[in-house]
């Protein structure tokens, strides 16, 4: 349409040359005008910021084709068809240069007519979008190069899981034996070492699972489910502390509720925040666990008396 209303104007201006190329010249599009043989009349300042055509190169009646000597057949043609009378549009057109580098086009061309309705040229709106189908070309390369990372990485961890379950399940086994055939001549010390080798055990094969269902994560749905907070929490604190370094960390969390969510991937961060509050501390862990209803979601907050980071 904006171009269509530039050609109206250039109608009754056709033979005022020096006012043609001052109004071209400040169109605020990238915009040229050559006459029905192809030669040079007028062009936009825009026009010289998307082009390859140096404005210094250009002058009077230059024609089209020796500015651009490696101007496209299927161009040439559709050049012909637009001083016939067609109106053409272009998106994405892919221009192989003569030193071998590839442009992206987008293009308009109408008629330039005279009162009458004859043709004695054409107009030209062109957009150069060679940067950005650069950076979209590289983007899909990225992204399919993370998803090829991806299914290499759940590969990986299959394998690894498979090969970490085997000494835990006969870890697991010899547990059961001993739990069935002994249980009744351990003392008390030796049943709360037992019991800590059962749930360190039932813990490492729940973080196996976990990191199976995580990087399965990438091609299912969040699985989400009705999850206690709280029983989360304590899976954990129980786990870690059975760590010597951690045995007396102090981990308080009022009333937790009872929450929707992906319980692998929550999980994954609850563990990592308290695992980060136990690890740089460098005195007795103390760790604080808050849940705020804010009447839209629920609000965790994990305070510690570790190390901190310093304010900037």
């Known amino acids: 349409m904006y171009l269509e209303s530039i050609a109206k104007w250039l109608v009754g201006n056709k033979a005022d040359r020096h ?4 109004f071209v010249k400040n169109l605020p599009l990238p915009v040229i005008v050559f006459d029905k043989d192809l030669l040079f009349v007028a062009a936009s300042d825009r026009f010289f910021e998307e082009s390859v055509i140096k404005k210094e190169e250009t002058f009077e009646n ?17 050049h012909q068809e637009v001083l016939k009378g067609a109106h053409l549009k272009w998106y994405d057109d892919m221009f192989y240069r003569a030193d071998g580098s ?15 309705g004859e043709i004695f040229g054409l107009i030209l709106y062109v957009e150069n979008i060679t940067a950005t189908k650069i950076k979209e070309n590289d983007l899909q390369q990225t992204v399919t190069s993370l998803v090829r990372s991806n299914k290499e990485l759940s590969t990986y961890a299959h394998i690894c899981a498979h090969d970490l379950n085997e000494p835990l399940r006969a870890v697991a086994n010899c ?5 069935r055939e002994y249980s ?30 995580y990087c399965d994560h990438g091609e299912n749905k969040l699985n989400l489910e009705p999850i206690d907070i709280g029983l989360i929490i304590e899976d954990i604190s129980s786990a870690l502390k059975t760590i010597e370094k951690h045995k007396d960390a102090e981990i ?7 929450i929707v969510a992906d319980k692998t991937l929550l999980k994954e961060v609850i563990q990592n925040l308290i ?3 136990l690890k740089y501390n ?16 629920w609000q965790f907050s994990f305070s510690d008396n570790g190390i901190g980071i310093e304010k900037i």
Request: glycine share 2%.
């Open 275 to 277: 695992s980060n509050a």
């Open 175 to 179: 547990l059961q034996i001993i739990d």
């Open 102 to 116: 590839v442009e992206w086009w987008n293009s308009e061309q109408i008629p330039w007519r005279s009162e009458e």
């Open 62 to 78: 230059a024609h089209w084709y020796e500015l651009v000597p490696d101007m496209p057949e299927r161009w040439k043609k559709a």
């Open 19 to 22: 006012i043609l190329e001052n």
């Open 282 to 297: 460098k005195s007795k862990p103390v760790i604080n666990i808050i849940a705020q209803d804010t009447g839209l979601f």
């Open 252 to 258: 308080n969390c009022g009333k937790m509720p009872l």
């Open 184 to 213: 009744k001549t351990f003392d008390d010390k030796l049943s709360k070492y037992f019991n800590i080798m059962k749930s360190s055990t039932t813990y490492m094969s729940d973080l196996i699972s976990s990191l199976l269902k």
